[in-house]
């Protein structure tokens, strides 16, 4: 996946691009894209062929859905400009990243908080390795017992009681509210602001 801004014919002279203007690549995702070579400053000019036409206040959504529209089972084409020069670029196919609305997420009521599955974005921010695992707080609310074992959202959970969490059904399940029950404090490691930090729920807390 790329991120890209808009640049006019008028923008474009300005930086001697070509003279119909493009859409300048701000930012290369891990995949594809990047495999294939396309860079940061690139200015994207056609899709198979095809001009995507920039418009005075506009966005990329034109750009972004003629990617999304091109066929599945074959290499996109782009076409480029890189510097003072045209560039042809096949880029393989491959899966769409999860929208943050697609990603399936889960309410823990005794905790009060919520947590969602990790998705792509979320790695690439973090700077994840692809198959990393954990859950993302959501949600936490401040008089619940969540938020009194310090937990925030945006908080990445990596490990409950020293148990590495896989994925929502796994975090249900390391999060029964019968531990405390039984008298046992619960842990958890945490990734904050590219730090890990381990914080503890306490059993001599009131329950819901």
Do not use: C
Not at 96 to 117: C, E, F, H, M, T
């Amino acid at each position: 996946g790329i991120d890209t801004q808009p640049i006019t014919g008028t923008t474009s002279r300005r930086i001697q691009g070509p003279a119909e203007g493009g859409y300048r690549v701000t930012r290369v995702y891990p995949g594809p894209a990047a495999q294939a070579g396309v860079q940061v400053g690139d200015l994207v000019l056609a899709i198979d062929g095809t001009v995507v036409p920039v418009l005075a206040g506009s966005n990329d959504d034109a750009l972004q859905q003629r990617i999304r529209d091109a066929d599945s089972g074959a290499p996109i084409q782009l076409s480029l400009w890189r510097g003072e020069r045209p560039l042809q670029i096949a880029v393989a196919p491959g899966a769409a990243p999860d929208s943050r609305g697609s990603i399936q997420s889960i309410d823990v009521d005794w905790l009060d908080l919520g947590v969602r599955n990790l998705g792509f974005y979320d790695r690439v921010q973090r700077r994840l390795a692809a198959d990393s695992d954990g859950v993302v707080v959501e949600r936490v609310e401040a008089g619940g017992l969540g938020g009194l074992a310090h937990l925030a959202a945006g908080d990445v959970i990596l490990r409950v009681n020293d148990h590495q969490v896989h994925g929502l059904n796994e975090f249900r399940k390391l999060t029964d509210r019968h531990a405390l029950v039984n008298g046992q404090s619960m842990s958890f490691l945490v990734l904050r602001a590219a730090r890990t930090r381990l914080l503890f729920l306490d059993a001599g807390w009131e329950l819901p």
